[in-house]
């Protein structure tokens, strides 16, 4: 089935700094999700991109679907203590399949 | 946005015996429902897709006899693991979509720790 490998696996920087998770797919995603999930808690959906080349923004967080549709990234500028968690890319082919996830601390 | 609701929230049970989890939408109807495992640490991994008024569908390695899952209507699953082991010690969450197609964001209940001892 369809996979999709997320790096890096953990990520701890300091409060400010930027930080960036990617998503990759040996082969051609028809869309790609984004959730995070706080410490204890449950998902929830940050957005989906769908057009190859696409970029979304959300105030300090911005996505990108790679031209190929083979990858994607979540970048947020300027971290606070807020953004901690971990961060999951996911690919939805008639069920919803999660790559590793990226697990960021922010250190205030 | 929608809500997924998931009961009980933590749980803990004697080897041996069954817990059941409930998994409901509140405010809308889903013929389709997800559930999922998650061990410390680790990413969510799909156990089985709920189908409403049919079998559910099962992911590779995932034992359907020990699993049971129940969509008997459309804005309620249950997941029951029977004859629980330490092993099967994991949280466990439950997601569902308003829409159907590729491109539904997914609504996931608050998830259910499971302790067996």
């Known amino acids: 089935g369809q996979q999709v490998m997320q790096i890096p696996q953990y990520q701890h920087v300091q409060e400010g700094e930027d930080f960036t998770t990617y998503c990759n797919s040996s082969?051609?995603?028809?869309?790609i999700q984004w959730y995070k999930q706080r410490p204890g808690g449950h998902p929830v959906f940050l957005i989906q991109l769908v057009k190859s080349g696409e970029v979304k923004k959300q105030k300090r967080l911005t996505f990108q679907f790679g031209e190929a549709k083979k990858n994607s990234s979540l970048h947020i500028t300027a971290t606070q203590t807020t953004d901690v968690g971990t961060y999951f890319c996911?690919?939805?082919?008639?069920?919803?399949?999660f790559g590793q996830g990226t697990t960021l601390q922010v250190k205030p | 946005g929608a809500v997924v609701s998931q009961h009980p929230s933590r749980v803990i049970c004697k080897s041996g015996t069954s817990v059941k989890i409930e998994c409901r939408s509140l405010d809308f109807q889903a013929t389709t429902m997800f559930w999922y495992r998650q061990f410390p640490k680790q990413s969510l991994m799909l156990m089985a897709t709920s189908n409403e008024g049919s079998k559910a569908t099962y992911e590779q390695g995932v034992e359907k006899d020990k699993f049971l899952i129940n969509h008997a209507s459309l804005t309620l699953s249950t997941l029951t693991v029977t004859s629980a082991h330490p092993e099967d010690s994991s949280f466990y969450i439950c997601?569902?979509?308003?829409?159907?197609?590729?491109?539904?964001?997914?609504?996931f209940g608050q998830g259910t720790r499971l302790t067996v001892v």
């Open positions: 082969t051609t995603l028809s869309n």
């Open positions: 997601s569902a979509s308003p829409g159907t197609g590729l491109n539904t964001e997914a609504f």
């Open positions: 996911a690919v939805h082919t008639g069920k919803l399949i």
